[in-house]
């Protein structure tokens, strides 16, 4: 029995025609017992391994969702990072967690040495410890060690000054890891990559939908995003986490290489 590699490339040199006639040449080949490691995504948060992760609807990434525990490309990543920084969530740590999604909170609550906040604006998020509205934020300065705050600025009206409280409460020696959707990485819109895009008169579902990909965004962050967290005052240490993982890890846990963690410090 021939390597499924040899197989495939024989066929075409195409990953994408491997992908998309799998079922078909499974059938007809009877290749049930070749080995497939070679193609085989996982998900490194829940153990997940299979062919391939499901799309999800408006965004340009094809692999995005993990069919076992939902977890999206920068779940997985964020996983990736904090796994190799445990550095950032000693004993006694502060953390504040903003709109904590479901895998990072059960990997987080029960973490006893760690002063764990996941808070949100609404309470309709089960996960919470305090509703909190990030552009007012009800702690004192230099009060965190950890700020973790994933695709949230985007929902925020004010999301400098957003921005500056999040600088505020973290410590001196505090890190903040932020992240968002940026156009040309998470979103393909025709509009000026590098500027972020935002207009007061986009004010209904429908504009907010056409013009920001996603009808509760308020604006369509550019690759000058980063001159939002500057002007803040904040460092940015690192930004290329994803890239730096290299093209399998990219590859085998359906990643956006060009996706940043802005690891921020003041
Ligand atoms: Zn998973």
């Not at 965004?59 to 993990?66: N, Q, T």
């Not at 393909?188 to 939908?209: A, F, H, I």
Request: charge should be negative; glycine fraction near 4%; charged fraction near 35%.
């Amino acid at each position: 029995m021939i390597e499924i590699k040899e197989f495939f490339l024989k066929r075409s040199n195409s990953y994408n025609y491997y992908k998309t006639n799998y079922n078909k040449l499974l059938k007809e080949n009877e290749l049930l017992n070749l080995k497939l490691s070679e193609y085989e995504k996982e998900c490194p948060i829940c153990g997940y391994k299979g062919i391939d992760f499901r799309p999800y609807p408006q965004i340009i990434h094809k692999e995005v969702e993990c069919p076992n525990c939902y977890s999206h490309e920068r779940h997985r990543a964020l996983y990736l990072f904090f796994k190799e920084r445990p550095d950032l969530l000693r004993k006694g740590y502060k953390f504040l967690h903003f709109a904590p999604e479901s895998m990072f909170y059960d990997l987080f609550k029960n973490r006893e040495e760690i002063d764990y906040y996941p808070v949100d604006i609404s309470d309709e998020n089960p996960f919470i410890r305090e509703i909190v509205d990030i552009q007012d934020i009800p702690y004192e300065d230099d009060f965190f060690d950890l700020i973790y705050c994933s695709h949230v600025l985007e929902h925020v009206v004010d999301d400098k000054k957003a921005i500056s409280e999040l600088k505020r409460v973290l410590k001196p020696s505090g890190t903040a890891l932020i992240l968002v959707p940026i156009n040309g990485i998470a979103f393909e819109l025709p509009y000026d990559e590098t500027k972020t895009l935002e207009n007061p008169q986009y004010n209904t579902p429908e504009l907010r939908e056409k013009y920001y990909g996603q009808d509760d965004h308020l604006r369509l962050y550019g690759r000058d995003f980063k001159d939002r967290l500057i002007d803040a005052g904040f460092k940015i240490v690192s930004d290329d986490f994803i890239r730096n993982l290299g093209h399998e890890a990219v590859d085998r846990y359906a990643l956006i290489r060009d996706e940043n963690i802005f690891e921020c410090v003041k």
